[in-house]
């Protein structure tokens, strides 16, 4: 019985792969390398000294997925696979319904062909829109996602709330990921961007490796503590491990349940870039810009709900993170393209 993971060489994926490895389990990779490289391959063998099945496919292909399903016995599913730049969903809005739901449609008919019920899928406090208050909770609204990408994660979380009820015997996770951000304590693996950063994180490590001249912060008439955007952000070790107790909670057949991984704790841009400063003693220059059209204010994660039911609390913090993206991106300065 293996966990099979869409996207396992992503950035989110990756980390979750080394987890699930570490803690015994048979993975079974799925990835197209529309964001990721091989190397990541062999990065995971080096931490884990385990090399996880992989195929390389699109899961948005059905008879490719078919072969898979046909030939290895699948216990869960981790879909992390999926498009995720804002700004490129706004100019290829169908790539990015196609891929993201797309993919979920070939996964959902598969996992009902061949009997898999449990399912874990990587969705993103995006849902939430633009939210009414902070801390957000897991039945607060959703809607109102203000792009295309964020539109098809809120699609997938309709489609497999149907499904769910069609399928009584399916057990699903809806994971609402806050900000990760970090890389695995060995530096060996991490998030890499192609071309210019979009997220904040990895925009300040190429500013601290001399790649860009300053970090351009997008807004400071925000209302919040600084006037700086506010985000909730989750050391992806810590996301990770998140998974695996989500797929211990799939044993006790819950049916569709839905969480928010965060840490709780808000923290505005300046706030990430002082941390950061103060972690790896390197300045970080910056430039007050235009907000960035769709940013919201603030938001954070209400976490009693996972701790609850999943005993999901996170170990780490910004400043952990801060070191561990530097260590990562000082490593490897030009990702996994050194070779
Ligand atoms: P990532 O781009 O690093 O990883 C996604 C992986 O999926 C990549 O390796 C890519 O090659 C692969 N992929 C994409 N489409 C595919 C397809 N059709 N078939 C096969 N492989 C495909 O992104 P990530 O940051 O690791 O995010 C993982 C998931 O979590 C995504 O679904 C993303 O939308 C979601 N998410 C991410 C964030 C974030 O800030 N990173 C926040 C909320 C939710
Ligand atoms: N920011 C800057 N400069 C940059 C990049 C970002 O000032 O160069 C600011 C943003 O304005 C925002 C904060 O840093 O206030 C965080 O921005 P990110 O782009 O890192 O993250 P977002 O919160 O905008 O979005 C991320 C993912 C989405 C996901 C969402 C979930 O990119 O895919 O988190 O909360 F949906």
Not at 263 to 290: R, W
Request: with cysteine.
């Amino acid at each position: 019985m293996a966990i099979l993971v869409t996207g396992g060489t992503g950035y989110i994926g990756s980390h979750t792969v080394v987890d699930l490895l570490d803690n015994g389990y048979d993975v079974i990779i799925v990835d197209n390398f529309s964001n990721s490289k091989p190397e990541v391959l062999n990065r995971i063998y080096t931490i884990t000294n385990r090399r996880p099945k992989f195929y390389r496919a699109d899961v948005s292909d059905y008879e490719a997925m078919a072969e898979i399903f046909e030939k290895e016995y699948i216990e869960a599913v981790i879909h992390f696979a999926g498009l995720k730049s804002v700004a490129e969903s706004v100019e290829k809005p169908e790539l990015y319904f196609d891929n993201n739901v797309g993919s979920s449609k070939v996964l959902l008919k598969l996992m009902e062909i061949h009997r898999v019920s449990n399912l874990v899928f990587s969705s993103s406090a995006t849902v939430y829109g633009v939210p009414q208050h902070v801390p957000l909770k897991e039945d607060d609204q959703v809607g109102g996602c203000t792009n295309p990408y964020g539109q098809t994660k809120l699609d997938i979380e309709y489609l497999l709330k149907d499904f769910a009820k069609a399928h009584p015997e399916a057990n699903i996770a809806i994971l609402r990921y806050f900000n990760p951000i970090g890389a695995h304590q060995s530096g060996l693996i991490g998030e890499d961007p192609n071309g210019i950063p979009n997220n904040l994180m990895p925009y300040i490590t190429q500013v601290a490796i001399g790649k860009r001249p300053h970090l351009n912060v997008y807004g400071s008439d925000y209302k919040t503590i600084d006037g700086t955007g506010v985000r909730d952000y989750i050391h992806v070790v810590d996301l990770a491990r998140g998974h695996l107790c989500a797929l211990k909670k799939l044993e006790e057949k819950p049916g569709l349940v839905i969480y928010n991984l965060g840490t709780g704790k808000g923290t505005s841009v300046l706030q990430l870039v002082h941390a950061f400063e103060q972690a790896n003693n390197i300045k970080i220059p910056y430039v007050i810009c235009e907000r960035r059209p769709g940013d919201i204010d603030e938001n954070y994660a209400e976490v009693s709900k996972a701790y609850e039911q999943l005993g999901f609390k996170t170990k780490y913090d910004i400043v952990d993170a801060c070191r561990d993206s530097w260590r990562w991106q000082s490593n490897n300065p030009n990702g996994y393209d050194q070779y």
